[in-house]
């Protein structure tokens, strides 16, 4: 009798522990694991605790435990003791605990023979774990002593073993892939494999093998869309492999669109809802291409399983940002789907709606939506907000039902990511629609008095010194930021003084009123809002128009690395008769707060001496391509603007595997005879499949010319190889040439595109000076925003204060452009575009001014 009680107080006491902690292994020590793993040494061998005592050391690594190399390996050793038991369970713990510690032992290698004989042995429940813990230790050394093994286990009639071998030869690709692909002939039989998972891993792992040679490839997605595949994992995967060469091929094959398309006719959910997926993924599709795919996805949107429902409604979700049209026609089975119980199925239905549906239907929608949006997660809420922002591009006029409606989410508890997405909403619409510029600094005001996030305080704060200044107001936004610098941190307290002082460049007549909060500033405790209070008031106080334009609105347009590279060269010149001129520095149109995007050809132009000489890149162009992608040499033009003169990079490939290509090099001629090349750098030899550059590097014509066409020829010896080995037949060459396309210099390559945050500062203290102005008829265009489109291209200049959006209806617009030309002058443009009712053409009239009037004549004259 005196039992029952003490199970019951073990029953009691146990079920206390799960309730207390509900992890059993929550509270593990690495040491006294190490100890209890002595127990695997005791004869005879207890298969229950020992499997306890594995799944303990498997959780404490899985944790990230730090567990010695010396404890590794003694550990490691004690488990290879428990090989003489033959218990299942037990077994397959070895194994996934001798995976674990191969990496982090010392002699892992004395288990390959037990490990090989579990493989090769009878019992199908070893071999499978077995191959994947002997493929983990296995090196690139010993790996041909299993091969024989591997082999025989990939075309194994038991599928586990089969896919055991297949899945541990795809992670053996990473460590010695010349041998994986010895095996592609059996990884090929397996793919024929009745076991659905054996042929969707084989075809994965024949496709690793031939993934570099694009020709085997769609050979292999060619043959086996014609062989119909049984499993539907495979087709899903060659579904996948399809689309990827319809994406990555210059030409791609229209029968893989078919048998993708073709698919939609599978008998399988999964394989219909992945082409589907595949279709409306693609770039470049038209609407015909998408609709059997959209059509399936409608009829999923009643299925009754709720998966199938999320998947098609999430898709088309995504596809009505691209193409809102083409989803127009699912609206009815959307509509169906506001009701459903699942509130995700329901959130994305509506967002859907809110992309596709008419104006006339957005207050109903957002009734709906706002019954049930507090019960969803913020992964979906993240969703409505970006329908929300889309839907305000699409109609303006809808901004007064959206800002309400984004306000009271933002007041609401939420992550930081959706308490950023609906910040950037807002701010979006401020700056998509005038109209609503008021009502959403307001909101946004009220946030940052209880904003707990300080990026997004500062975010705000930043919008407010450039947006609110010019507000018929401004005064009423000072209190909101003043109270920053009272009461939250350091980095926002920063902010917030930046902000006032852009109040202060900006409205002369509050210009004081900032100057006395400022100097308040100066008490601060941080010596970083100190050091910038000082600053701004001292440009406040003492300095010029001018100079509070280029120091407090506009700031510094330069990148870091290439100042640095500037200064360290003025030091070295041991010359400092001249001071340092700022001009020579390559300009930046990033924050000088963000990381730095790196030059992708500045280290490389730096490496050639010839170059170097020139001093810093200027401006870097786009790939340009001078030939036909599929001719014999493709060549593709990059063009590097310095101080003084032009780089053309010829960036060349030879695509002929009998060629071997010598002293490649790019001749140029001028018939104007104005761009003279004053060097060049050939390419010694290039072999077939390989792209090199050579260079020709242009000065600049003392004729003050910036423009030019220029006819380009390719020259180069030619040395027939053998294809296969690439070893020449003969030493013997023969000359060759080949036509290129011209190569035009624009206006645009001397000038980088920089935006101006306050443009009627800037134009303003340019002064008339130096300002040009034409007015003259454009032929090239239809419509005024191709005209501001266009004029913006040729002048590399880019658009100021978001004035290069232009509304329905108008028949006259202003675009502001700005940028900085070559040698650090700034160039401003006024350019007026206008419909002439008697015939419709497009009139321009054109101002510009520069920092130098020579610049303002250069630039007007490349435009006429």
């Known amino acids: 009798m005196s039992g029952k009680p003490k199970a019951q107080s073990r029953m009691k006491r146990d079920k206390k522990d799960e309730e207390s902690s509900g992890n059993l292994y929550a509270h593990l020590d690495k040491t006294s694991v190490l100890q209890e793993a002595r127990a695997f040494n005791e004869t005879p061998i207890n298969a229950r605790k020992c499997s306890l005592i594995l799944t303990k050391l498997l959780y404490i690594i899985q944790q990230g435990e730090s567990i010695g190399r010396t404890e590794a390996t003694e550990a490691f050793f004690a488990v290879t003791k428990l090989w ?121 792992l024949l496709y690793h093998i031939r993934c570099n040679d694009r020709l085997a490839v769609n050979k292999l997605v060619q043959k086996f869309s014609k062989n119909s595949l049984r499993s539907p994992y495979a087709v899903c995967y060659l579904i996948r492999i399809a689309a990827r060469c319809l994406v990555e091929d210059d030409q791609p094959d229209s029968s893989m669109f078919t048998f993708i398309e073709s698919s939609l006719r599978h008998k399988s959910e999964m394989v219909v809802y992945e082409a589907a997926s595949a279709i409306v993924s693609l770039p470049h599709t038209t609407s015909a291409e998408l609709q059997p795919a959209i059509a399936v996805l409608q009829l999923f949107c009643s299925s009754p399983k709720a998966a199938l429902r999320f998947a098609a409604v999430r898709t088309l979700n995504k596809v009505a940002m691209a193409h809102p049209t083409a989803v127009m026609s699912c609206n009815v089975d959307l509509e169906k789907l506001i009701t459903d119980s699942n509130r995700s199925i329901a959130t994305l239905a509506i967002t859907t709606l809110l992309k596709t549906g008419a104006e006339s239907s957005v207050e109903r929608l957002m009734q709906q939506i706002s019954g049930f949006v507090n019960e969803i997660s913020d992964e979906f809420k993240i969703v409505v907000v970006d329908a929300i922002r889309s839907l305000c591009s699409r109609y303006p006029r809808k901004h007064a039902v959206m800002m309400p409606f984004l306000a009271k989410m933002l007041r609401n508890d939420g992550s930081f990511e959706y308490k950023k997405a609906i910040v950037e909403t807002i701010i979006a619409i401020i700056e998509e629609n005038p109209d609503a510029k008021t009502a959403g600094l307001a909101h946004l005001c009220e946030f940052i008095e209880d904003c707990e996030h300080d990026n997004l305080s500062t975010r705000v704060l930043h ?162 391509a001078l030939t036909e992608s599929i001719a014999e040499y493709t060549v593709h033009l990059i063009k590097h603007t310095f101080a003084n003169a032009i780089v053309l990079q010829f960036e060349c490939k030879n695509t002929m595997n009998d060629q071997l290509l010598l002293d490649v090099s790019v001749e140029l001629e001028d018939p104007e005879s104005e761009w003279q090349p004053s060097g060049s750098i050939e390419i010694p030899k290039l072999p077939y499949g390989e792209a090199q550059s050579a260079y020709t590097i242009l000065e600049f014509p003392e004729s003050g010319a910036i423009s030019g066409s220029l006819g380009a020829i390719l020259k180069f010896k030619v040395m027939d190889v053998d294809p296969t080995s690439g070893e020449p037949d003969s030493e013997d060459t023969y000359d060759q040439t080949y036509v290129l396309e011209e190569v035009e210099i624009a206006v645009s390559d001397s000038i980088q595109a920089v935006s101006k945050s306050s443009f009627a500062s ?103």
């Open 84 to 204: 003489q038991s033959k218990d299942a369970n037990l077994r397959r713990l070895v194994y996934l605990v001798v995976k674990e510690l191969s990496n982090i032992s010392d002699d892992v290698i004395i288990v390959t023979s037990s490990l090989t004989k579990d493989m090769t042995g009878r019992e199908d429940v070893y071999r499978p774990a077995s191959i994947r813990a002997l493929c983990r230790i296995t090196d690139t050394g010993m790996l041909q002593t299993i091969e024989r093994y591997m082999k025989q286990a990939i075309v194994d009639r038991n599928g586990s073993v089969s896919s055991a071998a297949i899945v541990s030869s795809t992670h053996l690709m990473k460590k010695s892939s010349e041998v994986v692909r010895r095996w592609a002939n059996e990884v090929q039989e397996a793919v024929s494999s009745d076991n659905h998972m054996v042929q969707y891993h084989a075809l994965g």
């Open 762 to 864: 800037a134009w303003e203290a340019l002064g008339e000076d130096s300002a040009r102005e034409e007015t003259f008829q454009l032929s090239t265009v239809d419509t005024i925003p191709e005209a501001v489109k266009k004029i913006a291209e040729i002048l590399g200049l880019s658009p100021c204060e978001r004035s290069d959006r232009v509304g329905e209806g108008k028949t006259q617009h202003t675009v502001l452009l700005s940028g900085i030309f070559r040698g650090g002058y700034d160039v401003l443009s006024k350019a007026t575009v206008a419909i002439d009712p008697s015939d419709n053409s497009i009139n321009m009239n054109i101002i510009i001014r520069s920092t130098e009037p020579l610049v303002s004549d250069l630039v007007i004259s490349a435009v006429v």
């Open 463 to 624: 919008l407010l010194g450039r947006e609110a200044p010019k507000t018929p107001n401004p005064s009423s936004y000072i209190r909101f930021i003043y109270n920053r610098v009272i009461l939250e941190s350091t980095k926002v307290r920063a902010a917030a003084v930046t902000a006032l002082a852009k109040f202060g460049a900006q409205c002369v007549d509050l210009r004081k009123s900032i100057q006395v909060l400022l100097r308040r500033c100066l008490l601060d405790s941080d010596d970083e809002v100190r050091d910038r209070a000082t600053f701004y008031l001292k440009m406040l106080t003492e300095a010029g128009e001018s100079v509070i334009h280029n120091f407090i609105l506009d700031g510094l347009q330069i990148s870091p690395s290439g100042l640095e590279r500037a200064v360290l060269d003025y030091l070295k010149s041991g010359n400092y008769s001249a001071p340092f001129d700022l001009r020579i520095v390559p300009v930046s149109t990033q924050a000088l707060s963000q990381p730095e995007k790196l030059e992708p050809y500045a280290a490389q132009l730096a490496a050639i001496p010839e170059i170097a000489k020139l001093g810093p890149v200027f401006k870097s162009g786009t790939r340009i």
